[in-house]
């Protein structure tokens, strides 16, 4: 999956990546293509959240993320299979527990 992500005329944008918490701060009039990389076939997700100066991304559960600038530049930038996002990613050693955030609460 793409996503094009322009920053419009503001003085500053920028574009969250969640779980990662990784933040990047785009210029004014920039363009950003977003691709979501997946060996996963079924369907998934993105939950996206726009405020008038950032937009947050939750991207789906072994996804990687790419960004490709105007310039031809592209950078991994969230989904590193070498660092997984605990209770999302499967390669976690976390995935099989509860996340603290559950609810109802582990019975104790």
């Known amino acids: 999956m793409q996503m094009l992500v322009e920053s419009g005329d503001e003085a500053r944008f920028s574009l969250n990546i969640e779980p990662e918490g990784m933040e990047y701060h785009l210029p004014p009039h ?16 993105l939950n996206v959240s726009y405020y008038p100066d950032s937009l947050v991304i939750w991207r789906p559960a072994d996804t990687e993320v790419w960004a490709t600038l105007a310039d031809g530049t592209r950078e991994q930038i969230a989904g590193w299979a070498e660092n997984p996002a605990p209770w999302l990613d499967s390669a976690s050693d976390l995935s099989g527990h509860e996340p603290p955030w559950a609810w109802p609460p582990p019975k104790q």
């Open 30 to 45: 920039e363009k950003v293509l977003l691709t979501f990389l997946s060996a996963d076939t079924g369907t998934q997700y």
